[in-house]
């Protein structure tokens, strides 16, 4: 039977895999990763150990037969096709907007040689672009997007391939290093995806639409890093959670319905960004184009090190360093603090975010950061802005995650971490004072958003 490549990119792991059972109904296979410069030199270093990682559990898993090449795809894949003679290179289709490029161009290599390129899957439940109203448009806006996307429906998973044959090579080029990294960043494997997963459901999944809002308590799943790496396929993830809710009712059927929401968020700015490649780092609306906006100096490093003085931003910051994670209330908090009260364009945050976050994916970040800023699709309205006292008292009432998070500020009790200028030691360990007044930057956003008006 004729060779096939399987070409790994965001889908690091042999179940569920639609492209894997593709390749491998056609003959032996040839499992290949990439590592492209243009993708790396975007990824901060967590998330290059994150990659060294999978890839290395990705090589055990393959029986030590993944080949590992440095260098543009365009060029590797078709010299790999000629040394093992593979008729086919068998992938999981790529929506974004780099990802797309790179692709039509490995196409044309391919075809120049003669092999084809055969996309089967991709790493969402409903490819991209394939949710439309019906005059056959995007959904600008997530509740109607995700309606459809449930009409719509997804198929149940890849079954294991019958016979699953690796073929191999001589030289199978060395797994990337891994840089030390001082974040604390999970196992990123097949096993561990699957692990997690089934612990969320079994210990956090009943509580989680009321869990997942309080950051102390950390019980969200933690699936955006397996996600993001193609440890797991969401339709995995959706089927058991289609199995699970035979039965359930009440708060439990709704937390599981909330969860099931959540993931229909990432399917949507995906489908966001395929629609508008512009908007992975441009404003996707230009309602706030004449926005005035403040280069990034001190307040922006402040920021970025969690020493701004607003305990519950700088929790959120340095969880961000710790973990290579941070909770998603925070990252809404602490991003809304970058663009409204620092008022410094989005795509500095996005761009930090991306350089420490381990589940660091343009489509759900730089969305996420538009979402906040208002410029993107479903926009918050520019005028709400998160008071960082309030979401603090509102979201971590008992002062645990600031606690976690802040050492200076371990010793104030209960919900007193959140304004340490009323606690007589409040500045005793060190703290950093306020570097802003809320109120007057508050004041100042709003200002600005006036004047884009006139
Ligand atoms: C400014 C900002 C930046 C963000 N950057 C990223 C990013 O780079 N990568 C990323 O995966 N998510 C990002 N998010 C979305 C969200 O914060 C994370 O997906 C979530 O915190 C991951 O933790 P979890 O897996 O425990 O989430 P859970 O609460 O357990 O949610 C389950 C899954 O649903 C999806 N999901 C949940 N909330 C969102 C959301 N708002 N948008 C898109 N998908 C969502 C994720 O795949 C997540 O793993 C960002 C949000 C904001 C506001």
Redesign the pocket.
């Known amino acids: 039977m004729p060779r096939q490549i399987l070409w790994f990119r965001r889908d690091l792991r042999l179940g569920d895999h639609p492209a894997l059972a593709a390749a491998a109904a056609e003959g032996d296979v040839l499992p290949v990763f990439v590592l492209d410069d243009a993708l790396l030199a975007a990824a901060g270093d967590v998330r290059r150990a994150a990659l060294a990682d999978a890839l290395t559990h990705l090589r055990e898993a393959t029986d030590g037969a993944l080949v590992v090449r440095s260098g543009d795809p365009a060029r590797i894949l078709p010299a790999l096709a000629a040394e093992v003679d593979a008729t086919a290179v068998h992938v999981s289709a790529e929506p974004f907007p780099y990802g797309r490029r790179r692709d039509d161009r490995v196409r044309e290599a391919l075809d120049a040689a003669g092999v084809a390129f055969v996309e089967t899957g991709s790493p969402y439940a409903v490819t991209p672009g394939r949710v439309r109203n019906g005059s056959g448009d995007r959904y600008k806006v997530f509740t109607p997007f995700s309606k459809a996307w449930l009409d719509h429906g997804w198929r149940a998973p890849a079954d294991d391939p019958e016979t699953l044959r690796w073929c191999r090579v001589d030289d199978l080029g060395d797994l990337p290093a891994a840089p030390a990294v001082e974040a604390d960043i999970p196992t990123v494997s097949e096993a561990s995806a699957l692990a997690r997963w089934h612990a969320?459901l079994d210990d956090d999944l009943d509580d989680?639409d009321t869990g997942?809002d309080v950051p102390g308590d950390d019980t969200?799943?933690?699936?955006?890093?397996h996600?993001?790496w193609g440890t797991i396929h969401?339709r995995t993830m959706l089927a058991e959670l289609e199995r699970r809710a035979r039965g359930r009712t009440g708060r439990r059927m709704q937390s599981l319905l909330r969860?099931r929401t959540?993931?229909a968020?990432?399917e949507?700015?995906a489908d966001v960004l395929w629609h508008a490649p512009h908007s992975d780092w441009r404003d996707l609306t230009d309602a706030l184009a004449a926005l005035q906006y403040d280069e990034p100096g001190d307040a922006f490093v402040a920021w970025q090190e969690g020493r701004t003085g607003f305990p519950m931003v700088d929790a959120g910051m340095r969880q961000l360093l710790a973990q290579g994670?941070?909770?998603?209330r925070v990252?809404?908090l602490?991003?809304s603090f970058l663009v409204k009260d620092l008022h410094v364009w989005w795509p500095h945050?996005?761009r930090h975010?991306?350089d420490h976050?381990v589940?660091?994916?343009?489509?759900?970040?730089?969305?996420?950061?538009q979402?906040?800023a208002g410029t993107g699709t479903d926009a918050a309205p520019y005028f709400r802005v998160f008071n960082p006292v309030l979401q603090g008292q509102r979201f971590d009432p008992d002062g645990e995650y600031v606690r976690r998070w802040v050492p200076e500020l371990a010793h104030l009790p209960g919900g007193t971490v959140h304004e340490p200028w009323k606690a007589a030691a409040g500045y005793d360990h060190g703290y950093p004072e306020r570097i802003l007044d809320h109120k007057e930057e508050r004041a100042e956003a709003l200002d600005r958003l006036q004047a884009t008006k006139r």
């Open positions: 969320f989680y997942r969200t799943s933690r699936m955006s890093v996600l993001k969401p969860y959540e993931l968020w990432r949507f700015y994670w941070m909770h998603n990252r809404m602490t991003a945050g996005a975010f991306l976050l589940d660091g994916d343009i489509a759900s970040n730089n969305h996420g950061w979402w906040t």
